[in-house]
């Protein structure tokens, strides 16, 4: 079953910008939760890039995104976003929600469960 359900990936130019969704489904687990972001490219590890804390509302990034995108929550629709800017071609990837977990500050998935993801293409 899957519990968190990503939307809005698309190909864009680099330069550009793209806006996810990801619902969390009825019966799922939403309040006082770890959502995060994360992406995996063809040969590339599974990278969490955004995360934020749905209780007190504390994000957290990658060093390779900081700056550029911003995590953010809509409580009644239980729903996370991921607002992307000014894309790069190494921002390809496909995305995945996961439910996740913040040791250190490294973004890490807190279960195996994972969503059929959305595919992100910037070129260049």
């Known amino acids: 079953e899957v519990h968190l359900v990503e939307s809005g990936g698309a190909s864009v130019h680099a330069g550009g910008s793209l806006k996810l969704s990801c619902v969390a489904s009825?019966?799922?687990?939403?309040?006082?939760?770890?959502i995060g972001w994360f992406r995996q490219a063809p040969g590339k590890e599974h990278e969490g890039i955004a995360a934020?804390?749905?209780?007190?509302?504390?994000?957290y990034y990658a060093d390779s995104v900081k700056d550029r995108f911003v995590i953010s929550q809509e409580e009644l629709k239980r729903t996370v976003y991921l607002q992307m800017d000014r894309l790069n071609p190494e921002d390809t990837a496909m995305y995945y929600c996961?439910?996740?977990?913040?040791?250190?500050?490294?973004?890490?998935?807190?279960?195996?469960?994972r969503g059929p993801g959305t595919q992100v293409t910037v070129s260049s």
């Open positions: 996961r439910y996740c977990r913040t040791p250190g500050n490294i973004i890490l998935p807190n279960s195996p469960d």
């Open positions: 934020i804390y749905t209780g007190s509302n504390s994000t």
């Open positions: 009825a019966g799922s687990l939403f309040r006082n939760q770890c």
